[in-house]
């Protein structure tokens, strides 16, 4: 229960928190973006079974591969993309606490 908790705790509040400290007059519409980067998690549909609770989804579901990482890692470069990138890193930071209870 604690993991669950922690997990998606970490997908709603870092980037909230980011939003509210660094984006305070667009916060909304920053968090929006960076919490948009749950979609990645669209990459279950193709594990069987598509959820297993004791499965690290780190390198491997295939948006969440280390050559993905580098592409997310990459999205902070550029200012049209950080946002973006932002919400992908901490979708992937997110998980690794998660693999951290396993």
Do not use: E
Not at 61 to 84: C, E, N, Q
């Amino acid at each position: 229960m604690l993991q669950t908790i922690v997990h998606y705790g970490c997908h709603i509040l870092i980037p909230l928190v980011v939003a509210l400290i660094w984006y305070k007059t667009n916060w909304k519409l920053a968090f929006l973006i960076m919490f948009s980067g749950m979609w990645i998690d669209l990459d279950h549909l193709l594990a069987n079974p598509i959820f297993n609770p004791n499965r690290c989804s780190i390198n491997f579901h295939p948006l969440h591969s280390y050559y993905a990482m580098a592409v997310y890692f990459m999205l902070l470069l550029p200012k049209k993309t950080r946002l973006i990138g932002l919400g992908l890193v901490i979708h992937i930071v997110s998980d690794l606490v998660d693999c951290s209870f396993m």
